[in-house]
């Protein structure tokens, strides 16, 4: 009996363990199909993000990506800036830990700020000077 309450609790783990990893594989499938119109992309836990042309779409990954997610155009931002734990960070001298967080300013304070989430500060550092070189591109 006791055996086979053991082996049970590990079938149902393992189920867990399958579901998880395809409904991983799922939002992942969808962001390859969505990522495809655009110039750039990215792809994390807390945030997808897209830049086509002077435009950014963001939004949250999930195993269906609706067709309207928020955008705004690189050309409305007044400021871009990395945010680590709410705080913001000299590019030269990056925190090891954190929750890193990209910040647009808007010109016209509608929207008065967006903040996309990353997982990693290097990485939103890199699409930090992607962004602002864009941005001196354009304007």
Known sequence: MARGLFWLSLLVVFFILAWSGWNEYQKLEAYRVWAEKFDQAKYDIYAIIGVKGKEITWGKPSRSIPDTLPN??????????????????DLANLPNQGKPVIK?????????????????IDLAAKWLNY???????IC
Do not use: A, G, H, R
Request: aromatic letters at 10%.
């Open 131 to 137: 962004l602002s070189n864009l941005q001196k591109k």
């Open 72 to 89: 705004f155009l690189l050309s409305d931002v007044d400021k871009i800036e990395l945010l680590v734990n709410d705080k913001s960070v």
């Open 104 to 120: 647009f300013t808007f010109m016209n304070d509608n929207p008065p700020t967006i903040k996309i989430p990353f997982t990693e």
